[in-house]
């Protein structure tokens, strides 16, 4: 069964609103979550390293403010696109590693209109 | 800094044949691991199959294969008898020692014909 799950898989929601996703590691406590995002028919870029305990570190270009990202526990690290806009819709996707094994969550596909 | 280069954005094969999606890779870290996953249309990453670095033979899992050239930087996934189900996206990607997240490339299209 699925070691890390994402929620929602599907959202839509109006212009100027605020979306949280989350990622959970079931079992297993994940220091470090990686979150990616895809445009359609393009590959997974990364957005963002998320260390439980401490601030994200944010790939170049992407913007901090928009993409609020937290890390509260080991097992939970959650991503809010704040002020959603049409260009944000996307595929977002996170990942969560322990000793020597990379986890993917199933997905979240962002519709913003 | 790593890079992945995935030179066709699609294939095709006929359903039974085998197929090589070509992968390259660029990194200055004499430790990595190369991966291959396969995404469908649902969006989930599917694990296809592992490399590391200074691993003296080539990965393979089931019909999956990993042509692992290190001297070349290459690491070529090959899908022994194809099946419609293998039709999907493909994607190379590398990871260095360490906590460090998997950096992708652009990925490949492959569809399996009947």
Partial sequence: GAVVSQHPSWVICKSGTSVKIECRSLDFQATTMFWYRQFPKQSLMLMATSNEGSKATYEQGVEKDKFLINHASLTLSTLTVTSAHPEDSSFYICSATRPGELFFGEGSRLTVL | ?114
């Fill in chain 2, 1 to 114: 800094a790593q890079k992945i280069t995935q030179t066709q954005p699609g294939m095709f094969v006929q359903e039974k044949e085998a197929v090589t999606l070509d992968c390259t890779y660029d990194t200055s870290d004499p430790s990595y691991g190369l991966f291959w996953y396969k995404q469908p249309s649902s969006g989930e990453m599917i694990f296809l199959i592992y490399q590391g670095s200074y691993d003296q033979q080539n990965a393979t899992e089931g019909r999956y294969s990993l042509n692992f050239q290190k001297a070349r930087k290459s690491a070529n996934l090959v899908i022994s008898a194809s099946q419609l189900g293998d039709s999907a996206m493909y994607f190379c990607a590398m990871r260095e020692e360490g906590n460090t997240p998997l950096v992708f490339g652009k990925g490949t299209r492959l569809s399996v014909i009947a």
